[in-house]
């Protein structure tokens, strides 16, 4: 792994859950790498298991959730050693010293992800005591810093504030705070603007950017949203039953799409100026149970172009162009 | 549809009993309680003896074949006097306890649905309620009415409502916003109907649950008022009223057969219908609430 | 905070008012002359006809009930409790003396409830559908079904009369009135109290801990790289300890109830025993001021249970739920 340019690379990740007596097979295969400094988009339906491998990366899996295989190299220092978070033990020291401090998290749901029972202040202190050694005073003087730096008015007096006293959007300011306070490497945000209005789903992404800018971070988005990925990302993934089916740069994949699952997500996206009389493409079908392993490409069922080959068994990724992978025997179907 | 509607529900029931079933707890205490009701049931079946039966030649006689667990401070067969005494204590505790319930969800289910003044007044009675131990005002009537079973189960009913109108009065505080309620209104159905028919089934798992385990509870304060003197009448055999002669030192520390006896077959029973209640709650993936 | 607190205080002079007004009218109802009920006997005794109905005139007996039942409120408050028919002593002079009794076991009974259901239920909660989970389940639930008394007569069988390590009842021995002699008094009745409680405070815990862990802040806190144990007692319990709060003020007016069977059998003369021999002395005078302080008591608890979690849950704290 090229640990100058990529400070992620998971390799054939797969994550199941027991759920019952069945097994749901979330994350089947999943490669992807993730570049230093950059803003990586993963976009998918639904279930299609992109909020689980964010959640594999840092292990914040619920009990019954296992890792079956494959490798998370992160390599927090630039030219530095690549360490495998899939081998360390979930609640383990290691684990938890990457935790908030290397890789941060922020989530879906700013209201209900903060303790109602303490200040905010304290909630953020929390996360810079665990991993770095400052005085209270000091410390506070960082947070207070820090929330005013992510527009949070008046944060001295917001600081002794409880999560309740906030809006949704602030919480989720907040909850940045959370995750940025000890400078982390790679910032992961798992949809995070999905619970939010319009108006402040713009504000947030933005600010993500501008931490970016400030700090260095390179950031993971993920979201189901297109035009989120259009309009904040550098490079993105496409996800569909736990694969990933297409990646590259934003400019590739939204010019140049192969897969067509891709093709069909790009083309649902109405964009300004579009003629009237454009049909915006719909994929027929619907996701498959998860919990019945496939042993063949899982998009065949939807798929228009599908051939015999794709009944037969999983397509490789191929480099179709620099930087630019596809899954796919059908190849957007030009064959 | 209304065939689907149909075989959906049988499907859920199917479900929630094979659930019940796997519910090894819930298993047991089923099998407890069927067992001893139907051992009490069919007493004459097993004994021979009439339980009031006095034989002042056979006080205190130890256990032989003849009175299989000896006899008690009257020469009275003590099997006979657990098993027939069974009858009365548990029909107590049934009819005690689905009254209560059954009483408890009406309040619950008006209080709930019409909301304002009236659900403030009876929220108000059920906090005045809650004041008081029940135990002591079970005392203070009892000792003012004067001993006896009707007595004992009215006011067991009239305190004992509470716990399950709370429950069913926030489920309707929040089930008649949904908007199915709209739709119901809308078609031109009537309050009642829609109150008993359309909401109150929802709130059948507690309801059972609660029927349940307060079969058990009022076992054991049927037990508990016959025990201190206050409760069933002395000459009617129940389990309290047996274990009521341990009250005397000599019969506790010289004849413990007297009162573990009824007092094992008192916890078994109550066991049994604890262990139900508990594997129900999680048969129907009801919280605790109080 | 200070407004919530006085407006939680204020809140329950209605009910005061209600409860205190079911026992006057149950005091009214009661059969005999309530003249035997209010006034020293020994004041009373050889009095004439004439002498009675002049007391009873003094007394305002004759008056509009609304006015005697404000009179007798004043007297409650100036602490005039009546007579008690069968020791001839105030009303007031009794209780003193009993319920501190009872304070003290329903006291202790209420902490082993509240310790060992926690303790258990915090168990369950982390180690759940495991052994440990079923059998802890199991010892709470053989503890609601076993009658408290049943148990009381069976430790006293073993820890009394066989192993002789403590005694069959009483309060305490005659020049050994401290705490601690006192102790081995209450051990058994508070035990036998608490058992039955500990069922009721484990599934609640259990219930509410595995509600709060499954919340999305605990994933949070666990993001950041805090040790499961500290996510537990910082974030989880924190959160998951109120209901039971509510749960442990709610039960103890059972505690208060069930006291009356085992203070019997323990022979422990507090207010439940007070209120069982008042009872089948016919003595209801007695008896009725203690069901009136046990409600009260049960109404000032429940207050001080909101207090308390107005402070731990600032949502409560300041008005918004």
Sequence with gaps: MDTQNTILQIDHLKTRFKVGKKTVYAVNDVNLSVARGHVQGIVGESGCGKSVTMRTVLQLLSPNAYIAGGDILFAPEPGGDAIDLAKMDRYGEEMRAIRGQKIAMIFQNPMASLNPVYTIGSQIMENLLLHEKVDKEEAKKRIINLLAELGIPEPEQRYNEYPHQFSGGMKQRVMIAIAMICNP???????????????????????????????????????????????????????????????????????????????????????????????????SGSTPDASIAFDHCEFEPRCKFATEACRKGFPQAVECEPGHMVSCFARGGQS | MEAKKKSTRSSNSKRQFQKLLANKLSLVGFIILVVITLMCTFAFLLTKWDPSFIDMSLRYAEPSSEHILGCDQSGRDVWARVLY??????????????????????????????????????????????????????????????????????????????????????RMLSLKTETFVENLRSTGVGSISIMFRHLLPNTLGVFIINITTNIGGYVLSEAGLSFLGLGVPKGIPTWGNMLNAARSFTVMSEHPLLWIIPGIAVSLFALGAHFLGDGLRDVFDVKTED | MRQYFIARFLSIIPKLLVITMLIFFGLKLLPGDPLARLVNPEEMSGASLEQMEAKREELGLNDPVIVQYVRWLGNMLKGDFGYSLTSHSPVRKIIAQRFPATLEICGLAMIFAAFFGLLMGCQCARHRNTALDYGNTVIGLIGSSFPGFFVAMCLIMLFALKLKWLPTGGRMTVGETGLLARLKYMVLPSFCLGFSMIANVMRMTRDSMLDVMN????????????????????????????????????????????????????????????MITSISASDYQVAMMVLLLAAVMVLLLSAVGDVIIALLDPRVRFGKA
Excluded at chain 1, 235 to 252: F, H, K, L, N
Excluded at chain 3, 217 to 241: D, M, Q, W
């Design chain 1, 185 to 283: 490497g790679l910032l992961i945000a798992d949809e995070p603007t999905t619970a939010l209005d319009v108006t402040i789903q713009a504000q947030i992404l933005r600010l993500m950017l501008e931490l970016r800018e400030h700090h260095g971070t390179s950031v993971i988005i993920v979201t189901h949203n297109m035009g989120i990925i259009a309009e904040y990302c550098d490079d993105v993934a496409v996800m569909y039953m736990g694969r990933v089916v297409e990646s590259g740069t934003v400019r590739q994949i939204f010019q140049n799409p192969q897969h067509p699952y891709t093709r069909a997500l790009v083309r649902c996206v109405p964009v300004p100026g579009m003629p009237k009389t454009n049909d915006l493409e719909t994929i």
């Design chain 2, 85 to 170: 005494g069974g009858r009365i204590s548990i029909a107590i505790g049934i009819v005690c306890s689905v009254l209560a319930n059954v009483l408890g969800a009406a309040v619950g289910c008006v209080s709930g649905y019409y909301g304002g003044k009236l659900d403030q007044a009876l929220v108000f009675v059920k906090e005045i309620f809650g004041c008081f131990p029940t135990t002591m005002i079970v005392l203070v009537v009892m000792g003012l009415s004067g001993q006896g079973v009707l007595v004992m189960c009215t006011i067991f009913v009239l305190t004992g409502w509470p716990s399950t109108m709370s429950y069913v009065r926030s």
């Design chain 3, 215 to 274: 919340r999305d802040y605990i994933t949070t806190a666990r993001a950041k790289g805090e040790k499961e144990g500290v996510i537990f007692a910082k974030h989880v319990f924190r959160n998951g300890c109120t209901p039971v709060i509510l749960l442990l003020i709610g039960r103890f007016s059972l505690l208060v109830g069930g006291s009356t069977i085992i203070e019997t059998v323990f022979n422990y003369p507090g207010m439940g025993m007070l």
